[in-house]
């Protein structure tokens, strides 16, 4: 390796800066927290190189993967992901680095693709082909250590790299076998016997309050994991994999929400919800303390902290360890009480607006907005649930620029913020985007059963689709569209339809529920938890089940 003496000349042979792909795994302690670390010190390197010029930014991800160990099997599975950078480094100042975040992460000497703390490696370097070894001794792959290989020579046998490669960069033609990234995965795909175990997406939750993470080079600000969640992955070929639909438990800590506000607005209520919606078969527990509801009052920031914060607080210093323990979303779109409700306990943000604040059309405002809510999510590392919304929830709902067609009016606009939010310096893991096509936001009721009827398009994986891949969330519990269909007159004119509350439309909603587990929908946010519960489970039942 290259004395920090001989850096400098490096540094300056770089006119530009070089886009880079890097895979990275873990398979030994907190995996997540891990590989998190690994990219915190990626954007370092003037701490692990010792010089002022190094540059390197992160800046696209892939969603991240549990995996299957490959070629040594009796060692536990992988946590996987890819990342794109921009650096200045020439390839082998950037082995160099990356080698020495594996020290720092805590790679120790192990069997050749045993386990590891992390493992992080140069997949592409521009379109570069790079071999660092003699020309005598490029046989085989026998005798690569403290060598550069460029593309990494065994990436075309392993799905671990290229379905991540495949989340950012599909179209990359690989320098040597002249095929895209999704042709190399889809003849690896097609390779697969049906007792191999298929890659699954995970969401890591991660743990607060957190303490810093130690390293030779400093500390980093990378909180422990908490609980993840697995997720079935789709790909051109289709989805696959074994996939739960999980239950978000509706916790409004208002006076003006529809229909629990008043109910939970203080702490013993609020606890009691908690800890019902848990036994009954809750996977996250979602705080609100602003009524979305065009109609509520205004809540200022602190008042909406007053009132989310000490339920979290109090979910978290209960004594029943499963309630303890819970899963807490925040439901807000400001990054004031979105970073006082994690510090609080919280493990995930809701945002309604996606980022950009309720103004529409969106302006330099609503930029401004998503901006300093990137940037407290990827400071926190938590998973963000981003909604499709036109500002105020019964406004803006034409869609003629699109001839009606709502999910394509959600790939497009909600697709654009997603982009934003990943993409670019300071962007957002790819892996803790959540997506909600936003039911009664801005949208007629009638093209609401449609969009229904064709959730899993919305994320379906073809050309210029930014939500591709993106777990699914739908949120559909007692809202006010159920009701304007309950009220028209049935065809033959003997049933006159009926007026109906919220507490009404439980029913109606049940029937939105088994149609989101029969679209795919990796989350479903209800009310009734224990009824809701029921539901899912027997969905889940009918559409998993196998005619073979």
């Known amino acids: 390796m290259y004395h ?3 850096y400098f000349h490096l540094y300056m042979s770089a006119l530009y800066l070089h886009t880079v792909a890097l895979a990275l795994g873990s398979n030994l302690g907190d995996r997540f927290a891990n590989i998190e670390t690994a990219l915190c010190l990626l954007e370092a390197p003037t701490a692990l190189l010792g010089v002022d010029e190094a540059k390197l930014s992160v800046i696209d991800t892939s969603f991240m993967y549990e995996t299957a160990p490959m070629y040594v099997t009796d060692q536990p599975c992988f946590a996987n992901c890819a990342c794109m950078v921009e650096t200045n480094l020439e390839p082998i100042v950037l ?62 046998e392993r799905e671990f790299v290229l379905r991540p490669l495949n989340d950012m960069i599909p179209d990359f033609v690989h320098p040597i076998y002249r095929k895209t990234v999704r042709a190399l995965l889809s003849g690896v795909v097609s390779r697969r016997t049906r007792d191999e175990p298929p890659m699954l997406k995970v969401i890591p939750f ?22 993840y969640w697995t997720v079935a992955s789709t790909c051109a070929e289709g989805k696959f994999g074994p996939s739960k639909t999980r239950i978000m438990a509706i916790l409004n800590v208002t006076t003006d929400s529809l229909p629990d506000g008043s109910l939970h607005n203080e702490v013993p209520a609020a606890l009691e919800y908690a800890t019902t919606s848990v036994e009954s078969g809750a996977d996250i527990i979602d705080v609100g303390g602003y009524s979305a509801d065009p109609r509520a009052k205004f809540v200022s920031e602190d008042e909406e902290i007053n009132r989310v914060v000490p339920v979290i607080k109090a979910i978290r210093d209960q004594g029943n360890d499963s309630v303890r323990e819970a899963l807490i979303s925040v439901d807000t779109f400001r990054w004031g009480v979105a970073e006082a409700a994690v510090q609080a306990g919280a493990n995930c943000i809701n945002d309604i607006y996606a980022f950009t604040g309720p103004g529409y059309p969106l302006d330099q405002a609503s930029t401004d907005h998503l901006l300093k809510m990137r940037d407290i999510t990827r400071r926190l590392c938590v998973p963000v649930v981003l909604m499709h919304s036109r500002g105020a929830g019964d406004s803006n709902n034409d869609y003629s620029a699109y001839n009606g067609n709502l999910v394509s009016a959600i790939r497009t606009e909600l697709g654009d913020k997603v982009d934003k939010i990943v993409r670019g310096r300071g962007g957002v893991r790819r892996w803790f985007v959540i997506v909600d096509p936003g039911f009664e936001f801005s949208k007629p009721v009638d093209a609401q059963y449609t969009l229904l009827r064709n959730m899993a398009s919305i994320t379906a994986d073809d050309h210029e689709n930014h939500l591709a891949g993106c777990p699914l969330l739908v949120g559909t519990s007692k ?35 088994a149609c989101a587990v029969q679209q795919g929908a990796s989350v479903v946010r209800v009310h009734d938890v224990l009824e809701m519960h029921d539901v899912v489970a027997i969905a889940s039942a009918i559409w998993s089940g196998s005619d073979s």
């Open 206 to 227: 991660p743990k607060y309050p957190c303490a810093s993470t130690s390293t030779p080079y400093g500390s980093t600000s990378v909180p422990s994991t908490a609980k």
């Open 4 to 6: 920090s003496s001989s």
């Open 479 to 513: 809202k006010s569209f159920l009701g304007v269909v309950l009220e028209r007159p049935g065809s033959e004119g003997t049933y006159k339809g009926r007026k109906t509350s919220p507490q009404e439309r439980g029913w109606a909603t049940a029937a939105t529920v």
């Open 95 to 156: 082995l160099d680095l990356v080698k020495k975040i594996e020290d720092a992460v805590g790679r120790v000497p192990t069997i050749r693709n045993g386990p590891r703390a992390v493992d992080v490696d140069i997949l592409f370097y521009d379109g570069s082909n790079i071999d660092t070894r003699p020309k005598n001794s490029r046989r085989d792959l026998e005798n690569l250590a403290g060598e550069l290989v460029v593309p990494h020579p065994r990436m075309a």
